[in-house]
């Protein structure tokens, strides 16, 4: 009888507990479309009154349609450049279990857990001692560096899952590497290749600490011009920006789990 | 077939060294110079010396804000292996609908902008905002709380935004247990806690490193959010680095302190490895 309660107050602890953090995933994101729509001047909540006015005063911030398009490119060069390096290098060192292969796959994954600060700073420092002007370039690279890592796990994981004997058909039927490579291996990978694009897109869009040194006023980008906003005082046109974010994001997701089915994806490369 | 002969050497890894070459230019070089520019004794530039270092330990300051770093880090990956845990069992044991719910929640944030899920947190945490008013209206409190610009709010937000990556391995990890384990734990009689306690906890400390290594560099790196939630009062490592580098312009004080960062986050992240294989190859063993 009392391990039943005991097992019954278990499960109560679970669940509540569960629950809770459920609560704390979703609500914020509800927060933030719910405040973007108010009528006010401020951010009290719940809005006084319901308007779109401040999604209508976006479209007239020039300053921000620019931050959001600074942003979109540095996100698609450094996507596209880690993409190619990433894809490349995982399929180097996924299957080999070479001292080397782990040392590097130790090199390429240290950006996520090393201080981003310091990583920013070391390269504004390297840039500035060989006079390189700051520029979207100059950003890109330090962006590529961030991006890296989430590309080689997920496509790691793919080709971690790909049957090795398929490539030794491929080559002992005659067919070159790069030929195997192009026909066999890549289009068997792709779905990793996709997904990991798609999270260093995210991740690049979503990134501080490097642009906070490597950014200057003619390559602003989105997260550190709302920062800026901010800082200055509580402007609910982040609010804006807030709820545009969240509603790409929430199409995006959908589309992406539609498409290729990201989510289960992404937990098997985690 | 010259090419291939020379390239030999490099072998199944030849693919990777583009990516090597790139990041050996741009993240290695950077950081040894990062090293170098820490070792000058002034912003001069003559001679050099451990001045900076020296400047660290002595002046108080310094050391305090790498210590509130490191402990506002320990503190958020602690409410979030506290938060996790629950979400990966209920997982674990939900049918599809449940399963994919936790997952939609937990990729949700993880897609939205930090900065955003930061945004949130101040209309929640304001003077003006959800908590507060709540608070207010249910007549608990007398008046509007102090919760942004506070060590709690600031530890609250930073789970928040940083669970998705410590409930993804964890829940990774509890997909791979041995469920004939739990039966096994069942049938001997085990409670509920005790099955928790001696069987989920010790198989899936592999899941709880990953994310935690995740959580506490993310969380002591997350410059947006320690000054939006926490102020201009808590002054932490990067808000630190970030004014000696581009406020005072003192780069060898500013080099400094990311090398001693630096080392304290792969310190830690090495001990605590250490710590989890050998736990494991216990646990193996036994």
């Not at chain 1, 973007?36 to 006084?48: D, E, H, I, W």
């Not at chain 2, 945490?125 to 003006?128: A, I, K, P, S």
């Given at each position: 009888m009392a391990r039943r309660f005991a097992d019954l107050v278990y499960s109560g602890v679970v669940w509540i507990s569960a629950l809770f953090a459920m609560v704390l995933l979703l609500a914020p994101t509800v927060v933030v479309l719910i405040a973007?729509?108010?009528?006010?001047?401020?951010?009290?909540?719940?809005?006084?009154s319901w308007s779109l006015r401040w999604y209508y005063e976006l479209l007239q911030s020039d300053e921000l349609i620019a931050a959001t398009w600074t942003s979109l490119k540095v996100a698609f060069w450094a996507t596209l450049a880690s993409g190619m390096l990433g894809t490349s290098a995982a399929l180097g060192i996924a299957r080999s279990s070479s001292a080397w292969a782990r040392f590097l796959d130790g090199l390429f994954m240290s950006p996520m857990v090393l201080p981003a600060m310091a990583f920013g700073l070391s390269l504004l420092m390297v840039f500035s001692l060989m006079s390189v002007r700051l520029s979207i370039w100059t950003l890109t690279v330090g962006h590529i560096v961030i991006c890296t890592p989430f590309v080689i796990r997920m496509v790691s994981a793919s080709v971690q899952q790909l049957n090795p004997v398929l490539d030794d058909c491929s080559l002992s039927l005659g067919a070159s590497r790069l030929y195997t490579v192009r026909r066999i291996t890549l289009p068997l990978i792709s779905p990793g290749i996709l997904a990991g694009g798609f999270v260093a897109f995210l991740s690049s869009f979503d990134h501080v600490p490097v642009s906070l040194f490597l950014s200057d006023a003619r390559t602003e980008v989105l997260p550190i011009k709302l920062w800026q906003i901010l800082e200055a005082g509580l402007d609910v046109r982040v609010a804006a920006v807030s709820g545009v974010i969240v509603i790409v994001t929430l199409v995006g997701l959908v589309l992406a789990e539609w498409l290729f089915g990201l989510g289960a994806r992404e937990q098997r490369a985690l | 077939m010259a090419l291939h002969r020379k390239l030999?050497?490099?072998?199944?890894?030849?693919?990777?060294m583009p990516l090597a070459a790139f990041f050996l230019a741009v993240f290695v070089a950077p950081f040894a110079l990062l090293l170098v520019i820490s070792?000058?004794?002034?912003?001069?530039?003559?001679a050099l010396g451990l001045h900076q270092y020296v400047k660290f330990v002595s002046d108080g300051f310094s050391v305090r804000v790498l210590w509130d770093t490191l402990f506002l880090g320990f503190c958020v990956t602690a409410v979030c292996l506290l938060l996790a845990y629950p979400l990966g069992l209920v997982y674990l044991d939900g049918g599809r609908r449940v399963r994919a719910t936790i997952l939609f929640l937990i990729m949700l944030p993880l897609l939205t902008s930090a900065v955003v899920r930061t945004f949130a947190w101040i209309v929640i945490?304001?003077?003006?905002g959800i908590v507060n008013n709540a608070m207010l209206a249910l007549g608990l409190w007398g008046q509007p709380g102090?919760?942004?610009?506070s060590w709690g709010g600031l530890v609250v937000a930073l789970a928040q935004i940083q669970l998705p990556l410590m409930a993804l391995p964890v829940i990774n990890s509890l997909l791979k247990l041995d469920r004939t384990l739990l039966d096994a734990a069942e049938g001997l009689g085990a409670s509920s806690w005790r099955q928790v306690w001696t069987v989920i906890l010790p198989l899936t400390v592999p899941g709880a490193v990953a994310g935690g290594l995740l959580v506490f560099a993310a969380s002591t790196t997350a410059f947006i959010t320690q000054t939006l939630?926490?102020?201009?009062?808590?002054?932490l490592m990067p808000v630190d680095i970030y004014q000696q580098a581009?406020?005072?312009?003192?780069w060898p004080f500013a080099a400094a302190l990311s090398i001693i960062f630096t080392i304290c986050i792969v310190a830690i992240s090495y001990l605590v490895n250490a710590f989890a294989q050998a736990r494991m190859r216990g646990v193996n063993g036994a």
């Open positions: 973007s729509f108010t009528g006010a001047q401020t951010l009290k909540f719940p809005p006084p | 030999e050497p490099f072998g199944e890894t030849l693919p990777a070792l000058f004794e002034s912003t001069e530039f003559r945490l304001g003077r003006e102090r919760l942004l610009y939630v926490g102020g201009g009062r808590i002054v581009v406020g005072v312009q003192d």
